[in-house]
């Protein structure tokens, strides 16, 4: 399985970005999809996923209203749009996926996703 990731870059405070995250390797249907993003000198943390279906989506309560996380299956691609971005919106932005998930909540923490991709980097000026 590979997730290439892209759509990453520099903006400033208030701008937005759209990234992409497009799987390859196994059948992308089936999976959850996941963004994380990571901070210099800090921990990586949650963003936002989506179901399978697209059904359910989960946010981090830090970009709740400002980021929207969508999928295309027929191009095996997940998306993550935002918009109104912060210096502290900062980071390298991972995607993550796990396989095999029609009829399973749709998780949150790291350790439920089995693969990740390279990450991408966003910056933000204010």
């Known amino acids: 399985v590979q997730l290439q990731a892209s759509g990453g870059g520099f903006v400033q405070a208030g701008g937005s970005l759209r990234l992409s995250c497009t799987a390859s390797?196994?059948?992308?249907?089936?999976?959850?999809m996941g963004w994380f993003r990571q901070a210099p000198g800090k921990e990586r943390e949650f963003v936002a996923a989506i179901s399978w279906s697209g059904g359910s989506t989960h946010y981090a309560d830090s970009v709740k209203g400002r980021f929207t996380i969508s999928r295309d299956n027929a191009k095996s691609t997940v998306y993550l749009q935002m918009d109104s971005l912060k210096p502290e919106d900062t980071a390298v932005y991972y995607c993550?996926?796990?396989?095999?998930?029609?009829?399973?909540?749709?998780?949150?923490?790291?350790?439920?996703?089995?693969?990740w991709g390279q990450g991408t980097q966003v910056t933000v000026s204010s």
């Open positions: 390797g196994r059948p992308f249907g089936s999976a959850g």
């Open positions: 993550a996926a796990k396989y095999g998930t029609i009829g399973y909540s749709l998780g949150r923490r790291s350790d439920w996703f089995d693969y």
